[in-house]
């Protein structure tokens, strides 16, 4: 349908709408015309990503120059996939309407490991070694031995990419990462060069969010995209902790033994060099004395990661003296790693800032804050000149580069922990040094200086005040939308089980808290019919439950009604498990999964329809609230943005909490069961922070429940649900045509729905 | 000598039978015993009727006794005194080995004919008719039965497969036996679960079972194992069942290696652009090495790593034989391929189908037709009914209709009653009389079908004697062509007899109703 939002003309791909869609694109467009910020929260299954794009292509074609590029971040790769599929729904939808063919382009963009046609490179299993493999196939100084010495491998798709490629644009049209494979084959281009060439003129890029969030990564590929371009951060609720990510750097004894021999051969290679090719160095050098920076020489293969810290804070003089030759640029970095062995050796934890850090580093080996600067620049560009192909192989050093850098340009929002050893094994030895950031508005920041409007959009962003203030920015629309619902197809319940005690659990004494656990998945397995998807707070836990329930005899029972699968730290084994999961729950004998908050399971995967009737959240997932980096940060909450530290727990507990039950969740014609089952939701505070489309659910008659009113209550939503459920039954209420959203009345409904905060 | 032409497996000289001294002979599909100096057999068995083989060891003498399933036993006494004991045990191990393959032909075969028996009535009472009271043999009975049933039996024998309770294992309770012991009931069905759930255990019972340990004993140490009771450390002891275990293992890891073909719930290839390692704040979450784990965690994973295997396998158990072939080319093609990531050949579909699901708002959509159409009945008897035979009806269109209409509308303008040609009044009646039920017309109507006047027990009687008939009729002509001295002898000899026995049979049947009537 052809929709009117305040005068702006847009193509919906649907015959029928959703009101809470048609209030989004209401909100965003007001966000793009005030060239602002947004954040805003709309449930899963109510079509957002297509409400998105819907409008930000009408917007772009409607004023071209405003707007130029959208730029859609997402977190995981079946994500991104999907974004693409919708978009290219809408723009087979355009053609079909408009008649004429569309000439946007848009395309995904992703690593390495999802795009490389190369037979060898591809069939490598890590993302790392294909970027190495890559890297030493298609560097610029191995292509020109080449020229010499022709028997080199090569990568042909490059080298066809490197003489045609770049000479016409990619024709218009929507590219999935299997779609550029594809052309990448046919033409015999590399489709992830082609994708990284033409993100620049592209109308829509998708990619996932360390494009644009870390530095390393976004100085590269992100580095010309046009400041007049709209970012999009879907499934945003977890963006501060992929910023924080961005930022931080560990180092263990294993970093530093690997260092030791990367500098080893380093000197190895500085040596033989010497003697073949003296003339090299010294260019180097004289390039380095010149303060001509890399950028003017460097081709896009050449660079593996950039500068660790954001584009204005890299330095634009000179390498300082003490750095520039080789030799002493080893035999300082040398001496830095002697530093941080030292430092390793400690009986206690330690914890410093960074001026800390920088001032004992001077006293203790003379090292001072600027060369310490330049550390990552520096060796870079000494890899490039030795020609190291594999780069990959120098990941320590790199590793230990950049932290020298991050720690002499930060001097606030980061602090250094060095823990002599692991706290649930005090008598094995395993010093970290910890490097965190503290501070998500750092890695953000350059993103909202740079593009005009950044939209932060997720279904659970409540509080949705915190984010703005974490991330410190302003945004000019903040709102929540509700769900309109023809029938109530989401049942929130709040057992009031007791909670575990922190610790308690570890004496053996949360006997019953635990058998009453057991006994609400007994009798929920004899209830719910296909699959139930229960969450415990952190993997230890639940281990040491699904245990007890063992040794108990509840698993045997359970076993009765449904198959039993349980997420395990590795991640193929828990894939595996999914899998058989799902198939369980397809053949109609229906399973159980036994999952994590916080875990894989519960970031990226949906439980649709009968995957997951019923999610069950064992205890409120509080962050593990020992950790000295939590506390620390905790403490940077509470000075720099005033946000005490129990708001910050249970908000991120919350948020977490919202996104497992939300995961049952995902359209209107779904239906499930979220069960929380510990008395603690029921309290103002952690219901105040669920989000608003659960919230509004969650009467006083659902709360504190035992467990055989739980059964009860479930036992006649499973029953009502089960009826048919006809597009009728919505029209009108939660589903319109066009004739129904025209109408006075439903307008003046459609303006409640949106919550503004 | 019938036997030259088979394969000899073993020869033992002195071996006495009968207190006559012979030479015993096992051969590929039989054994056989010859009197010394006579150049044929006077003893000889098919290995597949033999029911077992008992070689009693405290006795003095050494013997081996073969019994059969008719129930006759012959002796073998070894009487070579210095290598009796080992010709025995040589002639013992080699039956050992021949006798389950041969046994598990022999039981199949009487399985399958039970099974035949049992699910068809009819064949059942022509069984009894023909069999049991000696009109034709069982063989001959079953000659051509079987090989025409094995060509059908395929169809019939797919009856669906039932599946696995996933809580077979905690359907077998242990009871205390009152002194310090536990008693473990097993049946049949959960024997079964067990082996299709556990195929490593099957295999395991296949070799040990029964020529190292007894049934009871193997279940017995099945339940000791610490393969059962995947909780408790393995405490280094080594039992038939380690090996099950590690097995189960390597099952599983090839599961896990062999991948999702779902994208969507491919954990692996969830993240984009992994931080590197050392990068990120909560990188040092839980160290998965096993070096510095309590001896409880990693009890702990071992259930929960049962818990995934067991369900899989229950679930795959489940699925049966249909659901494996499709199963196994996938394997293949991707056991073809290798962990090469150039699976993206045959990847899309299933990815694009996933993604296309995934992004599908059914209710935005107008309602196409196909979806949701309604039940509408027109003929609402006939779906409740069944289908009727579609009788050949003339199709008139209404302006067919019309015409008529119009064309009666003048022939009844137009009428005149011929009064000259009507009938008189009685005959009229009568006329009607004639065909009202009861009526001179209408006798075949109220006659009694022939089903209802012959009780019950008589037709069943007649029924049998008829399909008895009917059988012995098909061997009859099952014998044209006479085209082998077999078949001839057969029409002449005692076909020709069974014939006359049916009849006679029948005549006693006959003679019995006819006494009865009287």
Redesign the interface.
């Known amino acids: 349908m052809k929709l009117n939002i305040e005068g702006l003309l847009v193509y919906f791909p649907y015959d029928y709408i959703y009101p809470e869609q048609y209030s989004y694109m209401l909100e965003l467009k007001r966000t793009l015309d005030a060239k602002g910020h947004g954040v805003l929260e709309m449930p899963s299954g109510t079509g957002k990503t297509i409400s998105l794009l819907s409008l930000i292509v009408a917007y772009q074609r409607a004023y071209p120059l405003e707007v130029t590029k959208l730029i859609y971040c997402s977190r995981t790769v079946p994500e991104i996939e999907k974004v693409v599929e919708e978009l290219r729904k809408l723009m087979e939808y355009y053609s079909k309407e408009a008649g004429e063919k569309n000439n946007f382009l848009a395309l995904a963009l992703s690593s390495r490991k999802n795009l490389c046609v190369h037979p060898e490179v591809s069939s490598l299993r890590f993302g790392k070694e294909v970027d190495g493999k890559c890297h030493s196939l298609t560097a610029s100084y191995i292509r020109a031995q080449r020229h010499s010495n022709p028997s080199l491998p090569s990568c042909r798709f490059y080298e066809e990419f490197d003489a045609l490629g770049r000479q016409v644009p990619l024709p218009a049209g929507v590219y999935n990462l299997d779609d550029l494979k594809d052309f990448g084959r046919r033409k015999g281009w590399c489709p992830y060069y082609l994708a990284r060439y033409s993100i620049v003129h592209a109308n829509i890029i998708v990619y996932s969010y360390h494009y644009l969030l870390d530095p390393k990564i976004a100085d590269l590929v992100s580095k010309e995209l046009a400041k007049k371009s709209v970012v999009v951060f879907d499934e945003a609720h977890n963006i501060d902790n992929v910023c924080i990510d961005s930022m931080s750097v560990n180092i263990t004894r294993r970093t530093l033994d690997r260092s030791q021999a990367n500098v080893e051969t380093l000197q190895s290679t500085i040596l033989k060099i010497k003697e073949t090719d003296a003339a090299k160095l010294k260019e180097e050098y004289r390039r380095l004395v010149e303060g001509l920076k890399e950028a003017n020489v460097a081709r896009e293969t050449d660079i593996y990661m950039s500068n660790p810290v954001l584009p204005d804070e890299v330095l634009q003089e000179a390498v300082p003296g003490s750095i520039r030759t080789a030799e002493h640029f080893v035999g300082f970095m040398k001496r830095f790693l002697e530093y941080l062995k030292a430092r390793l050796r400690i009986h206690h934890v330690v914890q410093e800032s960074a001026p800390q850090f920088l001032k004992d580093i001077s006293e203790k080996v003379c090292i001072d804050r600027k060369p310490l600067r330049f550390c990552a620049e520096r060796l870079r560009s000494l890899l490039r000149t030795l020609e190291i192909a594999d780069i990959a192989d120098f990941s320590a050093i790199t590793l230990i580069s950049n932290f020298a850098t991050l720690v002499s340009t930060y001097s606030k929002g980061f602090t250094i922990i060095i823990e002599p050893f692991e706290d649930r094994t005090p008598t094995i030895a395993n010093p970290v040094l910890h490097f965190s950031c503290m501070d998500p508005s750092i890695a953000i920041k350059p993103v909202f200086e740079r593009f005009q409007s950044v939209i932060i959009t997720s279904g659970t962003l409540s509080p949705l005040d915190i984010y703005p203030r974490i991330l410190d920015f302003h945004p000019v629309t903040t709102a929540s939308f509700t769900m309109t619902l023809a029938r109530t197809c989401l049942c929130p319940l709040v057992c009031n089980l007791r909670n575990p005690q922190h610790g308690a659990f570890w004496e053996g004494g949360e006997g019953p808290v635990i058998r009453n656990y057991g006994n609400l998945l007994l009798e929920m397995s004899a209830i719910v019919p296909d699959g139930i998807v229960a969450f415990f707070t952190s993997y230890i836990y639940m281990e040491n439950i699904v245990a007890s329930w063992y040794e108990q005899g509840i698993l045997e029972n359970v076993q009765r009604n449904k198959l039993i699968f349980i997420e395990t730290p590795d991640a193929a084994e828990t894939s595996m498990a999914l899998e058989k999961y799902q198939e369980a729950c397809e053949n109609g004998r229906g399973a159980i999964l036994l999952s994590v908050a916080r875990g894989k399971v519960s970031e990226g995967i949906d439980f649709v329809h009968h995957f997951g009737r019923a999610v069950i959240m064992f205890g409120v997932p509080y962050v593990y609230t020992q950790s000295r980096i939590l506390k620390a940060r905790l403490e940077y909450l509470r000075d720099q943005f005033q946000i005490r530290e129990n708001d910050f727990l249970t908000f991120d507990a919350m948020r977490h909490a919202a996104q497992c039950v939300g995961r049952a969740i995902r359209g209107k014609t779904d239906y499930g069961l979220m069960i929380f089952a510990d008395k603690r939701y029921a309290r103002a505070d952690k219901r105040g922070k669920l989000p608003r489309w659960i919230q509004e659910h969650l009467t006083d008659g659902s709360l504190n429940l035992t467990i055989d009113e739980t059964v009860q209550l479930s036992k006649h939503f499973l029953r009502q649900m089960a009826q048919p459920f006809k597009q009728e039954d919505q029209l009108g209420l939660s589903l319109l045509t066009l004739e129904q959203l025209q109408s006075e009345e439903m307008l003046q409904k459609i303006a409640q729905i949106a919550h503004q905060v | 000598m019938a036997a030259l032409s088979e394969e000899v497996l073993l020869v033992v000289k002195r071996v006495r039978q009968r207190k006559q001294d012979g030479t015993l002979y096992l051969m590929a599909e039989r054994i056989a015993w010859g009197p010394e100096g006579k150049d044929r057999f006077t003893v000889s068995h098919l290995y597949a009727d033999i029911r077992q083989k008992i070689s009693p060891d405290g006795k003095a003498k050494i013997q081996l006794q073969l019994v059969l399933h008719t129930g006759e036993s012959t002796n073998f006494h070894f009487s070579n005194e210095s290598t009796a004991l080992r010709d025995r045990d040589a002639a013992k191990d080699l039956l050992q080995q021949l006798l389950p393959k041969f046994k598990k032909r022999a039981n199949k075969e009487l399985e399958e004919k039970n099974r035949m028996l049992q699910e068809d009535p009819v064949l059942f009472q022509l069984y009894k008719d023909l069999v049991v009271s000696q009109v034709i043999s069982a063989e001959e009975f079953w000659a051509n039965r079987l090989s025409l049933n094995n060509v059908d039996h395929s169809a019939s024998n797919n009856k669906q497969e039932v599946?696995i309770?996933?809580?077979f294992?905690?359907d077998i309770r242990p009871q205390t036996d009152g002194c310090n012991g536990l008693r473990y009931n097993l049946t049949s069905d959960i024997i079964e679960s067990i082996f299709r759930t556990y195929p490593a255990v099957k295999q395991k019972y296949a070799e040990n079972v029964p020529h190292n340990l007894t049934e009871k004993e193997f279940w017995t140490r099945f339940f000791q194992s610490h393969y059962f009771h995947r909780?408790r450390i393995s405490t280094g002891l080594q039992d038939i069942f380690s090996e099950c275990a590690k097995q189960d293992e390597k099952g599983?890891r090839s599961?896990?290696?062999q991948?999702?073909?779902?994208?969507?719930?491919?954990?692996?290839?969830?993240?984009?652009?992994?931080?590197?390692?050392?990068?990120?704040?909560?990188?040092?979450a839980?160290?998965?090495s096993s070096a510095?784990k309590t001896v409880?965690?990693n009890?702990?994973?071992a259930?929960?790593?049962r818990?995934?295997h067991h369900?899989?396998m229950?679930?795959a158990a489940?699925?049966g034989k249909k659901a494996d072939a499709p199963n196994d080319q996938a394997s293949e093609t991707s056991s073809t391929d290798g962990?090469?990531?150039?699976s993206?050949f045959f990847q899309?579909p299933v990815?694009k189908v996933k993604?296309?699901e995934?992004?599908e708002?059914?209710?935005?959509?107008?309602?196409n037709g196909k979806k949701?159409v309604a039940l509408n009945l027109k003929k609402s008897d006939r779906y409740s009914h069944g289908p009727v035979p579609l009788l050949p009806q003339q199709y008139t269109t209404s302006q067919d209709i019309i015409n008529s209409v119009n064309c009666i509308q003048q022939e009844i303008a137009n009428y005149k009653p011929c009064l000259t040609q009507v009938m008189s009044s009685s005959t009229a009646s009568s006329a009607i009389a004639a065909l009202s039920p009861g009526g001179l017309l209408m006798q075949a109507g109220s006659q009694q079908a022939i089903n209802q006047m012959v009780p019950s027990d008589v037709q069943g009687e007649l029924k049998h004697l008829y399909t008895a008939a009917g059988e012995l009729l098909r061997h009859f002509w099952s014998c044209f062509p006479v085209n082998t001295p077999f078949l001839e002898e057969k029409l002449t000899g005692h076909l020709e007899d069974m014939f006359q026995m049916a009849y006679n049979k029948f005549h006693a049947w006959q003679t019995r109703q006819m006494l009865r009537k009287t």
């Open positions: 599946g309770s996933a809580a294992l905690a909780d599983l599961m896990v290696v991948g999702v073909k779902n994208p969507l719930v491919d954990l692996l290839s969830l993240e984009d652009k992994t931080l590197d390692e050392g990068y990120g704040s909560n990188s040092m839980p160290s998965t510095n409880k965690e009890s702990n994973s259930i929960i790593k818990f995934n369900s899989a229950v679930l489940g699925a962990n090469s990531r150039d993206d899309p990815k993604i296309q995934a992004i708002y059914e209710d935005l959509h107008m309602e949701t």
